[in-house]
Every structure is written in structure tokens, then in C-alpha cells.
């Protein structure tokens, strides 16, 4: 489409000296000219999302625009702002995308919004309250956390666990969905008569980093197998944790229904000493073909879940593609619920189920804050 847009502006730039003037049309496709920021974690942090940023990328070429934030996210927010206004200060940078939108995301917004109030920004995964990121974001994207509190438990029940542990830190129970989706994840137990086990891990952004909340997962999971026994269901809300978090689980025979950021890309190939080709890059069949395989030779078969849809990722891709038809026009306006959906459900090549947060779960109507929910697969 950009090369036809060229074109035609070419066309009518050869015509002038010939006819006298340029048709508007050729001149609107000039206006049309964009970049799309996107921001995204580091390699170390949130590599997903990071190879995501890179495929569109390599997809679209110049038009997008590469950035990331800090992986001590919650102590430099000053960075994460700085990063925001450095996409922003090129003039053809038009939307940016936040996957993570980690503290400091509405910060950075209200700093750009200053001086280019036309900025269209889609936040995913957002790490502040979502009155407030709702508040800044024209988009935001989430997986539907608080629906998670009741498929997580069912799930882990159907994978044949009677007790569920809670990984967690007081920062991110100080995020109000991650706090309302564990109070949901106790009452769904209470339901299915699941014993519900709250348990505290070290903080990532911690004195003692992702490494020492890794280690504290591969020396505590063994403990709480013995404690509890084999029909132990394991989560954690932290991505870092995710990789240890499933090595451990296998290796005691216990049962893992989800990672945070359920996907097939998320922690499992990792965890289990998948190397992927280039040529199976990208390729989700080959990817759960092999975590299934290995799964299966270890022991944990029946017993270990996830979305099929790698959901942090389409995030990603879903927003750069949702930014670039706002941008030449193809949506009714800033907040297009239909064209979302259509977009999600061609990336996904299946059923996405989206919904907005209502004042049902948290008093209040936010119809721009969108929530996804995806059926399992299990290996």
C-alpha cells in the first residue's frame, strides 16, 4: 500500500508542470507518511514481547520504531519516560505501544501528551491501577486476569490437582487486578475444593535481582512438593520465575495449569532445553509438538497447560497492526472494539473471547480497557 501511496504522489509531482495543480487525494496520501514506537521490556526481562517488537519490525521496516524500558523498571521510571519522549520526538512517530505498560507507563504518557496531544498509545499488560491507565491509554490491552481466577483453579483441577500454591510479592499485590484475580483463585478453591496455599517469593527488582527469585523457586518448589504432595497445582505472577517455576514442577511430577503470560513461547522452551531452528521460528505447531514430546518423556503428561495463543505477543503484533489501520484511517475512530477483535482473531486462528472491564468488577465502565480470554491446550 505505502509503495501505491509513493506513486501516486510521484505521479501527480511529474503532472504539475503539465497541468497546473496536484488532485487532494495525492496530497492526503503524502499526509499518511507514520512511524510506530513500540516499547517493550529487554531480552533478560520479557524476551516474548522483545522478539514480538522485532518480527513486526522486520515485517514493516522503517515504520516501526524499536525501544525498551529498564529491567529495574519500578526504581528508574524517570528511564521508561525518557524512552517514551525519545520515540516522540520524531515527528512521524504517530502511535506507541506499551507491552509492558510497567509503572511509570501514564507518566510517560502525560509527558508526551504535552506537546503531541495527537499521540495514539495502546498499553498492554499494564502495571498501574486500570482507572489510571485507562485514564492515559486511548487502548488497553490485558489478558482477562480476573477470568483467569476462575479457568486457572478449573483447569488445575482437570490436570488432577487438590492443592494450588500462589507465588507472589507485595508489589505486584499492590496491582489491583493481580490482587483481585488471587482473591478470585482462594474463592474458586474454596468452590472446587482446592486447598489454596498463599505463598511470598523475592521481588525481581529486589536487591537480589531475577536471579535470586529464580533460585528461590528451584529451591522451594521441592519443598513445597514434599509438604503438600504431587497433586500440588504451581503459579507465579512474575515472567522471571516462569522458566524455573516449570523446571521444578516436572522434575517433582506436580502439576503447572498456566504461566502469567500463558503462550506456548513462555518459559516451556526453556525449561525444557527446546533450541529452535530458524526455520521453526514462529511455528506454534512445532513448538507445542516438542514441549508435549519432552513433557511426556518426563514424566508430566496430562499434568501441564497453557493458551494456545502466545498472548503477550499478540499484544505486540496486534497492536502495531490495530495503530497502522487507525493511522490510514481504516477505524472508527481511537477506540475501535470491532476492528480489535478482527484483528486478534486473524492472529490467533482462533476464538478470542474479548470483553471490556465493567463497573460489575470494579465499579467503574471502562470501555477502552479490554480484556482476553483464551481456552487451553494440554500437553
Excluded at 526504581?75 to 517514551?84: G, L, R, S
Excluded at 508526551?112 to 486500570?130: Q, S, T, Y
Excluded at 497445582?233 to 504461566?259: D, H, W, Y
Excluded at 496430562?302 to 495463543?309: A, K
Aim: net charge neutral; aromatic share 8%; proline share 5%.
Amino acid at each position: 500500500m505505502f509503495k501505491k501511496a509513493a506513486s501516486f504522489v510521484l505521479a501527480g509531482i511529474l503532472t504539475l508542470g503539465l497541468v497546473g495543480c496536484v488532485k487532494k487525494s495525492e496530497g492526503s496520501n503524502a499526509a499518511k507518511k507514520f512511524k510506530i514506537g513500540i516499547i517493550t521490556g529487554t531480552v533478560s526481562q520479557n524476551e516474548e514481547e522483545y522478539r514480538a517488537a522485532e518480527k513486526m519490525k522486520n515485517k514493516y521496516g522503517d515504520m516501526i520504531v524499536l525501544q525498551t524500558y529498564p529491567d529495574n523498571f519500578t526504581k528508574e521510571q524517570e528511564t521508561t519516560i525518557a524512552n517514551t519522549l525519545s520515540l516522540a520526538a520524531d515527528p512521524d512517530v504517530k502511535a506507541i505501544i506499551f507491552v509492558q505498560a510497567v509503572p511509570g507507563a501514564s507518566a510517560a504518557i502525560d509527558k508526551v501528551r504535552e506537546k503531541r496531544k495527537d499521540m495514539l498509545f495502546i498499553a498492554g499488560v499494564p502495571g498501574e491501577d486500570p482507572d489510571m491507565i485507562a485514564s492515559k491509554a486511548d487502548i488497553v490491552l490485558q489478558a482477562d486476569e480476573l477470568g483467569m481466577g476462575t479457568t486457572i483453579i478449573e483447569q488445575a483441577k482437570k490436570l488432577g490437582a487438590k492443592k494450588f500454591v500462589h507465588y507472589s510479592f507485595p508489589r505486584h499485590m499492590s496491582y489491583q487486578m493481580l490482587a483481585m484475580r488471587r482473591d478470585l483463585l482462594k474463592e474458586t478453591c474454596q468452590k472446587l475444593g482446592l486447598e489454596f496455599v498463599d505463598a511470598t517469593a523475592p521481588d525481581p527488582t529486589g536487591d537480589a535481582g531475577v536471579p535470586g527469585a529464580q533460585q528461590f523457586i528451584l529451591e522451594d518448589v521441592p519443598r513445597k512438593v514434599k509438604e503438600l504432595g504431587k497433586d500440588t497445582a504451581f503459579f507465579s505472577t512474575n515472567c522471571a520465575m516462569q522458566e524455573p517455576l516449570i523446571k521444578a514442577v516436572l522434575q517433582e511430577g506436580a502439576i503447572f495449569p498456566q504461566q502469567c503470560c500463558p503462550s506456548p513461547y513462555h518459559g516451556y522452551p526453556g525449561a525444557l532445553g527446546i533450541s529452535i531452528p530458524e526455520d521453526k521460528k514462529g511455528n506454534i505447531d512445532y513448538i507445542v509438538q516438542e514441549e508435549t514430546r519432552i513433557i511426556a518423556e518426563k514424566g508430566g503428561k496430562g499434568r501441564f497447560s497453557t493458551w494456545p495463543v502466545p498472548i503477550n505477543m499478540m499484544f505486540v503484533e496486534g497492536g502495531v497492526e490495530y495503530a497502522k489501520e487507525f493511522l490510514e484511517g481504516k477505524t472508527n475512530g481511537k477506540n475501535d472494539k470491532a476492528k480489535l477483535e478482527a484483528i486478534f482473531t486473524d492472529i490467533s486462528k482462533k476464538p478470542v473471547k474479548i470483553t471490556t472491564l465493567d463497573d460489575e468488577k470494579t465499579k467503574k465502565k471502562l470501555d477502552n480497557f479490554y480484556m482476553l480470554l483464551s481456552d487451553y491446550i494440554t500437553f
